[in-house]
């Protein structure tokens, strides 16, 4: 399953950059949603994405960036996080005001860290039924807990473009 999560990321930042295609790849909003098609070997693969930044005084830093994609058959939730988090302490998730679940992290690249779970029925539906998620993780050598919020709007039209 592993091996699946970080094949995804892989084929997420490939369609997100749109480097390895002969074509621009299409892109749709949907509200706080941003879907991205591009043919891929011969198929359409569409993805949606959300990406929150923060400004600094170095300009724009990314905070997160969500995106959803199909995987064997199966809609994966993968999150790209900043360097410089606590690890071991993985995220923790709650939609609404429902029930809080958790994840690890998967892998650190250049770009940050990725968290990748699978969406069953019963997630999909509350992600699809709600207005705000919030993401909690800590930054390495702290106990505080950062929580940020990333709008659902659109995500219902933007999930169903998903292939």
Sequence with gaps: MLKSFVKT???TG???SGLAF????R???YQDWVGVCADVQGQERCEIQQTLNMENEQGNARLLRASVNMMDNQLVMQLLLPLGLDLRAGIVMQIDEGEE???GFLTCVQEGCLVAFPLDDARLAALRAGSVTKIGFRPFNTNETLVL???LMGFTRASQSVK
């Design 149 to 151: 919020e990333m709008s």
């Design 14 to 16: 490939l369609i997100a």
């Design 101 to 103: 679940f958790g994840s």
């Design 9 to 11: 990321a892989a084929l």
């Design 22 to 25: 002969a074509q621009e790849p």
């Design 27 to 29: 892109v749709t909003e």
